[in-house]
């Protein structure tokens, strides 16, 4: 009869034992926490993805607006080049129209006149060329310097989103270690307050003391 007793008793003790164990708290979620750091992580992908895409046709447009440049500050120099042989050549007419006018060799004049005549409108279209070359310079100047602005604008805003993720993310790990500390300082806690079954054998028969009172937990599960 004892030792039914006794396996009665151990069989309480385990079933009391596991029904507290299913009472107590449950340790904290931190599912919300891992879904606001993934949801941080894929926004944080998409501005990259656009600001990386931004910055690589940016790029693009100003390196064609620069080897355009460099194909425009050519034709300049050939032009400059053009310009200073064509204003030798109207400089030596003029000098040879004043000797023919202090000559007074009419049909020399004519001559020279005509071939002042022709070299105008050439000169002047040099000259006209030469200024809508230096304007599309500075139009390719303008937009060169406009797409490197907008790169760095757009590399400032990704540091800057980074920044704040990275901000977000760290305070979402914040709370993960605070709540992670709580449960292993309540793990080690070793004292406690609540039921209690004693077990144990005063003379020859087994006893079963059930009660509430203060114990100490060796060992823990």
């Excluded at 069989?11 to 993934?38: E, G, H, I, M, T």
């Excluded at 030798?88 to 040879?96: N, S």
């Amino acid at each position: 009869m004892n030792k039914i007793t006794l396996i009665l008793g151990i069989c309480c003790v385990v079933f009391l034992a596991l029904w507290l164990r299913s009472c107590q708290a449950k340790p904290p979620d931190n599912s919300a926490q891992d879904k606001k750091v993934d949801s941080i992580n894929a926004v944080l992908k998409v501005h990259d993805s656009f600001h990386i895409h931004a910055i690589d046709s940016l790029s693009l447009v100003a390196k064609i607006a620069t080897n355009s440049k460099d194909s425009a500050i050519k034709e300049v120099i050939l032009m400059k080049g053009s310009l200073k042989s064509k204003d030798k050549d109207i400089a030596d007419l003029v000098g040879e129209l004043n000797g023919a006018q202090e000559r007074k060799d009419t049909a020399e004049i004519m001559t020279l006149c005509d071939s002042l005549k022709r070299a105008y409108p050439v000169a002047k279209g040099l000259v006209t060329a030469y200024i809508l070359k230096n304007d599309s310079l500075q139009v390719l100047n303008t937009q060169i310097i406009g797409a490197k602005d907008t790169i760095i604008s757009h590399l400032n805003s990704m540091f800057t989103e980074t920044n704040n993720s990275l901000f977000n993310i760290s305070r979402e790990y914040g709370i993960l270690s605070e709540n992670y500390k709580k449960e292993v300082k309540k793990a080690s806690k070793r004292f406690g307050f609540g039921p209690e079954v004693t077990v144990g054998i005063v003379g020859s028969k087994f006893v079963i003391a059930p009660g509430v009172g203060l114990h100490y937990s060796l060992i823990k599960f």
